[in-house]
């Protein structure tokens, strides 16, 4: 297929480019390289002659139409998304001008495009979006395809009205839309502002590693190659109209997750003197809002298209911590980035 990739130099976006690319797929990466894009991301595929690049912004509807004319894709993957909830608190404003108007844009240029090629069945609109549009689960339960959406963040919020913009433009044109709401993912290429590579940069650089509150807040991990390989999936086989929720089945509280990233390299890179790096842990105050538990039930991603998460929680920490140890020339530029080496979110 021809895939037309939005946000593609982001973290989830740029492992999709890399699969895809991997699998034969022709793939057309638009992004406008915000602080969290990063042309290093999509380096491997750079000189493929399945990949294309497009510098564009999702809110600048000429040059999308301009894109979608040149390319005609068979599918768009749409993930372009301002996604760190603690900005959403500082800034709404990008959030709403992104993941609102941008998806609107997105939306109406592919449907212009879907049209004037005759409407084919097999095109896809897939809209790539988050658990958090679900809001905040009790110890028990988990997030179904049919869970009422409850926003809790300026960021969550805007996720959830790019969802409802995506169904409407199924329901109400018949634009071919598949709709895919996944856990929190991590691995390489993970920009340090989130919790897991903050916490190895930290720790590696003998720094205290900041945790919100007790660090009891739950989360369903899920291994962004993992994720990748899911949402080809989705956009692949995917029914028009349908969601798919895409979880790994791997809850955990932040503060284990964070032993278990200390415990990692205290084997991988000991501290001098022989000191664990769980001595470096901090607990501050906690975020605005912050949603107590996610938990995504899978099953029918399972059932319907035969996916399977391939890493555990347990495996893909190891391969992540490695990464970075391994892969200083990406991450020592970002280090002075604001929400990396200070903290954001708290203007609430």
């Avoid at 018949?174 to 691995?187: A, K």
């Avoid at 538990?293 to 029918?300: G, L, V």
Wanted: charged share 25%; net charge negative; proline share 5%.
């Amino acid at each position: 297929m021809r895939l037309l990739v939005t946000g593609g130099c982001g973290f989830i976006g740029s492992a999709v480019v890399r699969l895809a690319v991997a699998r034969g797929h022709e793939v057309i990466n638009l992004d406008a390289l915000t602080y969290a894009g990063r042309l290093e991301n999509v380096a491997d595929v750079a000189q493929s002659p399945l990949y294309r690049f497009e510098h564009a912004d999702i809110r600048d509807r000429a040059a999308l139409d301009r894109i979608f004319a040149e390319h005609a894709p068979d599918a768009v993957m749409h993930l372009a998304a301002e996604s760190h909830v603690d900005r959403s608190i500082d800034g709404p404003a990008d959030f709403v001008e992104t993941n609102v108007t941008g998806t609107f844009n997105m939306l109406e240029a592919a449907r212009a495009h879907w049209q004037r090629a005759g409407r084919p069945d097999g095109f896809r609109f897939h809209h790539i979006s988050t658990d958090e549009v679900y809001g905040s689960l009790g110890p028990e339960g988990l997030f179904t395809e049919s869970t009422p959406y409850d926003p809790r963040s300026p960021y969550s919020a805007s996720k959830a009205a790019a969802d409802h913009l995506a169904r409407a433009w199924f329901h109400t044109y018949g634009l071919p839309v598949v709709l895919t709401n996944c856990s929190n993912n991590y691995g390489p290429c993970h920009f340090p502002e989130k919790l897991i590579p903050k916490v190895i940069l930290n720790a590696i650089h003998g720094r205290e590693i900041p945790v919100y509150g007790q660090g009891l807040n739950v989360r369903d991990w899920l291994y962004v190659e993992d994720h990748a390989d899911a949402l080809l999936l989705a956009v692949t086989q995917g029914e028009a109209g349908r969601s798919y929720n895409v979880g790994g089945h791997n809850e955990r509280r932040n503060i284990d997750l964070v032993h278990a990233i200390c415990d990692i390299l205290d084997r991988m890179r000991p501290r001098a003197g022989g000191q664990s790096h769980r001595d470096l842990i901090t607990f501050v105050a906690d975020r605005p809002g912050h949603d107590a538990r996610y938990a995504i039930d899978p099953a029918r991603i399972m059932d319907e298209l035969g996916w399977r998460p391939s890493v555990t929680v347990e495996e893909g920490l190891e391969l992540t911590v490695a990464w970075y140890l391994d892969n200083p020339d990406w991450w020592q530029p970002l280090l002075d980035v604001e929400g990396v080496g200070t903290r954001v979110g708290t203007r609430a």
